[in-house]
Nanobody, 126 residues
Framework: VQLQASGGGMVQAGGSLTLSCTAS????????WAWFRQAPGKEREFVAA????????LYLDSVKGRFTISRDSAKKVVSLQMNSLKFEDTAVYYC????????????????????WGKGTQVTVSS
């Protein structure tokens, strides 16, 4: 499966953006999906994940209540709705996939990702 992220842009603090990750190729429904981000000079970090059964989601503490991850298996799209954006949310956002679900947020490291999409830039102005 190949991934293509879109939806990034520039927004003022307090605003909203929705990122989309479109998958091509077979196997979409068998994967667990996640979003990561990487700010300038920082390591890539986990943001959110959704289990293939859609019964479980995980979020980085700093985005809980503001971001929502969802998936549409029919369209092969994974979305990240971002509300109440803050300056510190500025980063390149990457969608990612993994075969097996990981229970804990702290275990969702970059090395755990099996498939990466190209990033999309999100810039939040203060």
């Amino acid at each position: 499966v190949q991934l293509q992220a879109s939806g990034g842009g520039m927004v003022q603090a307090g605003g909203s953006l929705t990122l989309s990750c479109t998958a091509s190729g077979p196997g979409f429904s068998t994967y667990n999906w996640a979003w990561f981000r990487q700010a300038p000079g920082k390591e890539r970090e986990f943001v959110a994940a959704i289990r293939e059964s859609q019964s479980r989601t995980l979020y980085l503490d700093s985005v809980k209540g503001r971001f929502t991850i969802s998936r549409d298996s029919a369209k092969k799209v994974v979305s990240l709705q971002m509300n109440s954006l803050k300056f510190e949310d500025t980063a390149v956002y990457y969608c990612a996939a993994r075969d097996n679900w990981i229970v804990g947020v702290s275990s969702w490291s970059s090395s755990a990702v099996e498939i990466w999409g190209k990033g999309t830039q999100v810039t939040v102005s203060s």
